[in-house]
Nanobody
Framework: QVQLVESGGGLVQPGGSLRLSCAASGSIFTINDMGWYRQAPGKQRELVARITWGGSTNSADSVKGRFTIARDNAKNTVYLQMNSLKPEDTAVYLC???????????????WGQGTQVTVSS
C-alpha cells in the first residue's frame, strides 16, 4: 500500500509564487521518476515536470524558467516551486511516483489526489 499526499495549492495573484509538495509513504523500496501533471477544466492532462532518482529533470516549455522541480530521496518527497504564475497555470496539479515496492518487482505508478492552483486577481 502506497499513498501520495500533496500540499501547497491555493489562490495566488498573477506574478505570485506557490510551492507544492508531495510525500510518498508505505511499502516503498525505491522511487524512480517523480513528477507533476496538471489538468485544467476542458483540457487534457499535461506533464508539467518530472525528475529522476538521480536528479535529471525535464519540464514543459510553458513553465521553463518559472517552475523548478526538486526531490528529497530520503523523505520520498517531490517539490514544485512555481514562480511568476500566470492565469493559464490555473489547474488541478497531480503528483505521481514510479515506485518499486519493498517486495520487489516492476515499478508501479501512483498518483496523488490533486491540489487546486488558482491564479487570479
Amino acid at each position: 500500500q502506497v499513498q501520495l499526499v500533496e500540499s501547497g495549492g491555493g489562490l495566488v495573484q498573477p506574478g505570485g509564487s506557490l510551492r507544492l509538495s508531495c510525500a510518498a509513504s508505505g511499502s516503498i523500496f525505491t522511487i524512480n521518476d517523480m513528477g507533476w501533471y496538471r489538468q485544467a477544466p476542458g483540457k487534457q492532462r499535461e506533464l508539467v515536470a518530472r525528475i529522476t532518482w538521480g536528479g535529471s529533470t525535464n519540464s514543459a516549455d510553458s513553465v521553463k524558467g518559472r517552475f523548478t522541480i526538486a526531490r528529497d530521496n530520503a523523505k520520498n518527497t517531490v517539490y514544485l516551486q512555481m514562480n511568476s504564475l500566470k492565469p493559464e497555470d490555473t489547474a488541478v496539479y497531480l503528483c505521481y511516483a514510479s515506485i518499486v515496492h519493498s517486495g520487489g518487482g516492476f515499478p508501479t505508478d501512483y498518483w496523488g489526489q490533486g491540489t487546486q492552483v488558482t491564479v487570479s486577481s
